[in-house]
């Protein structure tokens, strides 16, 4: 069974940075990474990235977050500085499979990330 445990949102100023993790048990994932969805929005992809380093970010984080990864403990990394209050939304990790050719999702729970003075 498949499970995705993040950690790490919580409430941070305008300018500040947090750091969310997420431990993937149960497989080994190729891509993993994060999406994002604030109220009254669509989910969003934040940033993806593959096992052997390939990454790629949403236009609006690019500069400000950078994920990464460590394989041997299936656990990625978003490293989020110089927060913006548009940035408030709820992270979501998730990580990629194959099933017939198309691309589906595992998802974590959710984890509340505010920027807010």
């Known amino acids: 069974q498949v499970q995705l445990v993040e950690s790490g949102g919580g409430l941070v100023q305008p300018g500040g940075s947090l750091r969310l993790s997420c431990a993937a048990s149960g497989s080994i994932f190729k891509t993993m990474g994060w999406f994002r969805q604030a109220p009254g929005k669509q989910r969003e992809l934040v940033a993806g990235i593959t096992s052997d380093g390939s990454t790629n970010y949403a236009d609006s984080v690019k500069g400000r977050f950078t994920i990464s990864r460590d394989n041997a403990e299936n656990t990625v990394f978003l490293q989020m500085n110089s927060l913006k209050p548009e940035d408030t939304a709820v992270y979501y990790c998730?990580?990629?499979?194959?099933?017939?050719?198309?691309?589906?999702?595992?998802w974590g729970q959710g984890t509340q990330v505010t920027v807010s003075s």
């Open positions: 998730f990580a990629q499979f194959i099933a017939a050719g198309t691309p589906n999702h595992y």
